[in-house]
């Protein structure tokens, strides 16, 4: 069974930073990409940066410039440092991974309990 446990959200200034974390645990082959959503009150849950196995990045637009996205993969854990907060990335954020699991040709999807980032302005 895998797990993937998210920490390092909380309440900050407009302006401030914050960086989350997520490490996958359990049995399993290998991580292939790793990525954080966040989700606002009453939307739909958005990607946010994708990191890729071969290190190939990927980010919403809204975040370019201020958010890095990065992996330790000794770790099996992904980061998202977010720099130059503002109130409109308020939200509850999720990590995923896509995992191949030992024994099996097929990856899975899997997500994060969710952390929240507020942003006071």
């Known amino acids: 069974q895998v797990q993937m446990v998210e920490s390092g959200g909380g309440l900050v200034q407009a302006g401030g930073s914050l960086r989350l974390s997520c490490a996958a645990s359990?049995?399993?082959?290998?991580?292939?990409?790793m990525a954080w959503y966040r989700q606002a009150p009453e939307t739909q849950r958005t990607l946010v940066a994708t990191?890729?196995?071969?290190?190939?990045?990927r980010y919403a637009d809204s975040v370019k410039g201020r958010f890095t996205i990065s992996r330790d993969n000794a770790k099996n854990t992904v980061y998202l440092q977010m720099n130059s907060l503002k109130p409109e990335d308020t939200g509850v954020y999720y990590c995923n991974a896509i995992i191949q699991l030992q024994g099996s040709n097929s990856y899975n999807n899997y997500w994060g309990q969710g952390t929240q980032v507020t942003v006071s302005s």
């Open positions: 990191i890729f196995s071969s290190g190939s990045l």
């Open positions: 359990g049995t399993f082959f290998k991580i292939d990409s």
